[in-house]
């Protein structure tokens, strides 16, 4: 049974920093096209970043380049996401998600691509 599990997520003021992990088990191995998701209130699912762990690259949306920095670890299996600078924008509910490495090649960005999600975790970023 394949499990993404999410922590790291709460309140900060902006400029301030989080740090959100996704412990995943139960993968067949550690090579999947991984990354994280958000929803904020009243708006769709989007993605923020995608990690082809089988590659090493690595895609930010152009709302978070330069702010946020993806990290997969392959000893543990563990997907982070450090998020530096943080805007009252960035409220939202944040998915860390997996999908073969085929539809890292192929459609990224999209949530079709990813059939395993994790629960959530809130961020609430205060002006």
């Known amino acids: 049974q394949v499990q993404l599990v999410e922590s790291g997520g709460g309140s900060v003021q902006a400029g301030g920093s989080l740090r959100l992990s996704c412990a995943a088990s139960?993968?067949?191995?550690?090579?999947?096209?991984m990354g994280w998701f958000r929803q904020a209130p009243g708006k769709g699912r989007e993605a923020i970043t995608v990690?082809?762990?089988?590659?090493?690259?690595?895609y930010y949306a152009d709302s978070v380049k330069g702010r946020f920095t993806a990290s997969h670890d392959d000893g543990n299996n563990t997907l982070t996401l450090q998020m530096n600078s943080l805007k009252p924008e960035d409220t939202a509910i944040y998915y860390c998600?997996?999908?073969?490495?085929?539809?890292?090649?192929?459609?990224?960005?999209?949530?079709?691509?990813?059939?395993?999600w994790g629960q959530g975790t809130q961020v609430s970023i205060s002006s």
């Open positions: 998600v997996a999908g073969g490495l085929f539809y890292c090649d192929t459609d990224p960005l999209s949530q079709n691509s990813y059939i395993h």
């Open positions: 139960g993968l067949a191995s550690t090579k999947y096209c």
């Open positions: 990690i082809n762990t089988g590659r090493a690259w690595t």
